[in-house]
């Protein structure tokens, strides 16, 4: 800590040494957190744009005063020569090196899929961390109330709203089924099965919806799937939402997703916040607070349908408190 120079006139009096003692004795009684630099390692998936991307956006948000950051690959990933306070992981092949190892450090993972985070911290030792804070995640989707306000917002006449769903969507029902019911709307639900036929559910779905949300999947299932979506949505004129900025330049009317950008401001803001405390534990796994809005103005015109402007969606969510 740097010295305190005062006039030497007043450096034995009484009042400076009152002062002294309770500077000390506040610096004392501070939690180490308020004043103490953090080091902190991010295990990069990959050596490509994204992953750098997210990196830098990080280094960008995090005050340098308070962190001190450094990467590595996760295929040059060990834990035996980790020096940090927290390790942030960035996509899933480094979360599975991390998690696979001994850990002794608290672990944040981001870039990441839900259902992939859940899988990979299933083990006991894992969901013990987990329930102690030294474990948690920011998934990589959108959660689905945001996806449908997304699709109120776009279409407001909507009563009848279609969801597709893979053949990993199957635990997401209940969150479906509660967010369709919070919206008034009747739901439409296309549950798909391994070699499935995608024409037989998707026709009836798109015959009777408003809208079609399609929720993502395995990349095999995504693209089996896209095209034909696409196609009847056009034809039966109505809004089709996806889940990613390559779904809206392949013709969907809108979507909501993530960004490297975008995640790096939720993970800085936990990352501040766990600095911040004393018990140093992180929050729950959590779905990202930021995202990213693209619409497809050829594609709306194309089915009738006038769009709001980008800044006017996301002021409806703001409104909405779904920020």
Same mark, same amino acid.
């Not at 479906?176 to 008034?184: K, P, Q, T, V």
């Not at 993502?216 to 009847?232: Q, T, V, Y």
């Not at 693209?294 to 002021?315: D, F, H, K, M, W």
């Given at each position: 800590?740097?010295?305190?120079?005062?006039?030497?006139?007043?450096?034995?009096?009484?009042?400076?040494?009152? %002062?002294?003692?309770?500077?000390?004795?506040?610096?004392?009684?501070? !939690?180490?957190?308020?004043?103490?630099?953090?080091? @902190?390692?991010?295990?990069?998936?990959?050596?490509?744009?994204?992953?750098?991307?997210?990196?830098?956006?990080?280094?960008?948000?995090?005050?340098?005063?308070?962190?001190?950051? =450094?990467?590595?690959?996760?295929?040059?990933?060990?834990?035996?020569?980790?020096?940090?306070?927290?390790?942030?992981?960035?996509?899933?092949?480094?979360?599975?090196?991390?998690?696979?190892?001994?850990?002794?450090?608290?672990?944040?993972?981001?870039?990441?899929?839900?259902?992939?985070?859940?899988?990979?911290?299933?083990?006991?030792?894992?969901?013990?961390?987990?329930?102690?804070?030294?474990?948690? #995640?920011?998934?990589?989707?959108?959660?689905?109330?945001?996806?449908?306000?997304? +699709?109120?917002?776009?279409?407001?006449?909507?009563?009848?709203? &279609?969801?597709?769903? &893979?053949?990993?969507?199957?635990?997401?029902?209940?969150?479906?089924?509660?967010?369709?019911? #919070?919206? &008034?709307?009747?739901?439409?639900?296309?549950?798909?099965?391994?070699?499935?036929?995608?024409?037989?559910?998707?026709?009836?779905?798109?015959?009777?919806?408003? #809208?079609?949300?399609?929720?993502?999947?395995? +990349?095999?299932?995504?693209?089996?799937?896209?095209?034909?979506? @696409?196609?009847?949505?056009?034809?039966?004129?109505? !809004?089709?939402?996806?889940?990613? =900025?390559?779904?809206?330049?392949?013709? +969907?009317?809108?979507?909501?997703?993530?960004?490297?950008?975008?995640?790096?401001?939720?993970?800085?803001?936990?990352?501040?916040? %766990?600095?911040?405390?004393? +018990?140093?534990?992180?929050?729950?796994?959590?779905?990202?607070?930021?995202?990213?809005?693209?619409?497809?103005?050829? #594609?709306?015109?194309?089915?009738? @349908?006038?769009?709001?402007?980008?800044?006017?969606?996301?002021? &409806?969510?703001?409104?909405?408190?779904?920020?």
């Amino acid at each position: 800590m740097d010295c305190l120079l005062v006039p030497s006139s007043r450096r034995g009096s009484p009042y400076l040494r009152s %002062w002294f003692r309770a500077l000390l004795l506040l610096l004392v009684l501070l !939690p180490a957190s308020s004043w103490a630099r953090q080091s @902190l390692l991010l295990v990069l998936s990959q050596d490509s744009p994204p992953y750098h991307e997210l990196s830098s956006a990080l280094l960008e948000r995090l005050p340098l005063e308070r962190w001190q950051l =450094s990467s590595v690959l996760a295929d040059q990933y060990s834990p035996t020569a980790v020096q940090a306070d927290l390790i942030v992981t960035v996509g899933a092949q480094a979360t599975r090196e991390v998690l696979h190892g001994p850990l002794s450090w608290p672990v944040l993972s981001v870039l990441i899929p839900r259902r992939t985070f859940n899988s990979l911290s299933s083990q006991p030792a894992l969901l013990s961390r987990r329930e102690r804070g030294l474990l948690s #995640a920011i998934y990589l989707e959108q959660p689905v109330a945001r996806q449908l306000r997304l +699709a109120q917002l776009i279409s407001p006449s909507i009563k009848r709203m &279609g969801v597709v769903l &893979g053949p990993n969507s199957d635990d997401q029902l209940p969150a479906i089924a509660s967010a369709l019911d #919070a919206m &008034g709307w009747q739901q439409r639900l296309a549950q798909f099965r391994y070699n499935e036929n995608p024409i037989r559910l998707l026709e009836p779905l798109s015959e009777s919806s408003d #809208a079609i949300l399609v929720l993502p999947d395995k +990349a095999e299932f995504n693209r089996s799937i896209s095209k034909w979506l @696409l196609l009847l949505c056009y034809r039966r004129n109505i !809004p089709l939402i996806g889940f990613s =900025s390559r779904y809206v330049d392949a013709g +969907a009317t809108a979507a909501v997703f993530s960004t490297p950008v975008s995640i790096a401001k939720d993970a800085a803001a936990w990352l501040e916040h %766990w600095y911040s405390q004393q +018990a140093k534990r992180l929050p729950a796994p959590a779905y990202p607070l930021f995202f990213e809005i693209r619409t497809n103005l050829q #594609a709306a015109q194309s089915i009738g @349908l006038s769009l709001p402007s980008v800044a006017e969606i996301e002021a &409806g969510m703001s409104r909405d408190g779904r920020l």
